[in-house]
């Protein structure tokens, strides 16, 4: 008995990591579509200029677009990392509710 309330406690936890790594991609893809909205605008635009300590800084075009690529780049191994352990995650989750089962089947 105490060995399926620690599998349950093992899947709320997970549950717990699912959700949290659910929020952080949620954040990671509004990161991702304002510097794909940035790079869009920018292209369309004669003058660029960077916001850096709540000032306004005027910078060369090629340079920002730069950055922001290096940034997408970062983002975009960011979000697939956070595919990936949410895939961990749910498998995890899987083979515990499996071995739930089978453990509550005996009984």
């Known amino acids: 008995?105490?060995?399926l309330q620690?599998?349950?406690n093992k899947i709320q936890l997970v549950e717990q990591n699912i959700q949290a790594i659910a929020m952080q991609k949620q954040q990671v893809q509004t990161q991702l579509f304002e510097i794909e909205s940035a790079l869009k605008e920018l292209e369309g635009s004669t003058d660029s200029f960077?916001?850096?300590a709540n000032i306004m800084v005027k910078t060369p075009k090629d340079k920002l677009k730069k950055e922001l690529e290096d940034k997408k780049?970062?983002?975009d191994l960011r979000m697939q990392t956070l595919e990936k352990q949410e895939k961990?995650?749910?498998e995890a989750i899987k083979e515990l509710q499996q071995e739930v089962l089978k453990k509550s089947e005996k009984k």
Do not use: R, S
């Open 1 to 3: 008995m105490a060995e």
């Open 6 to 8: 620690e599998k349950i």
């Open 50 to 52: 960077k916001i850096i």
């Open 73 to 75: 780049e970062v983002i």
């Open 88 to 90: 961990q995650l749910k």
